[in-house]
């Protein structure tokens, strides 16, 4: 999720940053290095055509270059600022009903792509040591075998990372009056409001200063003589208002009562109409001591 427009008067956490949700002075590398590379490959193409004896060059150029280029406009295009959504529903579990956050769906794009282009290069690869074979075989077996590395790497990557698309119904942080659980697409993580003792929030940023950082709440499981435990919510796992996300956790820690309504319809309104609080949230909210 990129920079958004709030849709609500809820304050943004203390400790995190605005920045940290895009902003359009990050666009303007990726953008200027897809601008740059974008070209070569509308050269490749053109080659590929208007060219026969060039075609399978052209086709290479476009193999080898042209994911980086898509690569560069699909990173500045997640930068762009955007109005987060509201964003919840209410999902039968075996629990019983749930206020459901969504999530975006783990995709196998980038690992199909990387299979793709691995795929295409070995069929380069392999039609010119065939082409070559009545002419200087060497020459074409030379090129195969430049082009089968990269390929092969590709091909694994790919089998690698590629994890079946779950379905819509099975990701997603589900809250009930009892439990949270998390998943995003690899198994949950499940927890229990009452072993919650504090939420955070926090700014981190993973080592790539090129881009913007991540906002994050944190759920602290446990005490000092138990010992701590955290579970991280980064806002670009969301697929709802962050800020709000953030301020329904601070508000049912505290109000232990009144997670009977999660689950139902007043839960929901609550959630859409950002109904936690109206005053600035500390950067660490304890759970109410009082019972």
């Known amino acids: 999720m990129g920079r958004y427009r709030s849709t609500s008067s809820l304050p943004l956490p203390a400790d995190w940053e605005r920045k940290a949700f895009g902003a359009y002075r990050y666009t303007v590398l990726p953008f200027a290095l897809a601008l740059s590379i974008w070209p070569l490959v509308l050269g490749g193409a053109w080659t590929a055509v208007t060219d026969p004896e060039s075609v399978w060059a052209g086709l290479l150029g476009l193999v080898l270059i042209g994911p980086l280029a898509a690569s560069f406009t699909g990173w500045g295009w997640s930068e762009l600022p955007r109005t987060a959504p509201v964003a919840a529903h209410i999902r039968a579990t075996d629990a019983g009903p749930a206020l459901v956050l969504p999530v975006p769906r783990p995709s196998s794009t980038g690992s199909l792509v990387s299979i793709a282009v691995g795929v295409a290069l070995l069929g380069a690869g392999l039609w010119q040591l ?37 379905v819509i119904g099975n990701v997603g942080i589900v809250l009930t009056p009892q439990h949270i659980s998390i998943d995003y697409g690899n198994g949950p993580t499940n927890v229990a409001w009452q072993d919650i003792s504090a939420v955070g929030a926090r700014s981190r940023r993973e080592g790539f200063r090129f881009g913007s950082g991540t906002n994050v709440t944190t759920l602290v499981t446990g005490d ?57 949230p500390p950067a660490f909210a304890d759970r109410d001591p009082r019972p």
């Open 130 to 166: 065939i082409a070559s074979l009545n002419d200087d075989w060497s020459s074409g077996a030379a090129f195969f075998f430049l082009l089968s590395l990269p390929a092969l790497f590709a091909i694994l990557l790919g089998l690698g990372t590629y994890k079946p698309r779950k």
């Open 224 to 280: 000092a003589d138990t010992g701590y435990g955290t579970v991280d919510i980064g806002h670009k796992d969301l697929e709802t208002d962050p800020t709000r996300v953030y301020h329904l956790f601070v508000f049912y820690v505290r109000n232990p009562g009144l997670r009977s309504e999660l689950g139902t319809e007043n839960g929901l309104d609550r959630f859409r109409r950002g109904g936690y609080t109206a005053e600035q």
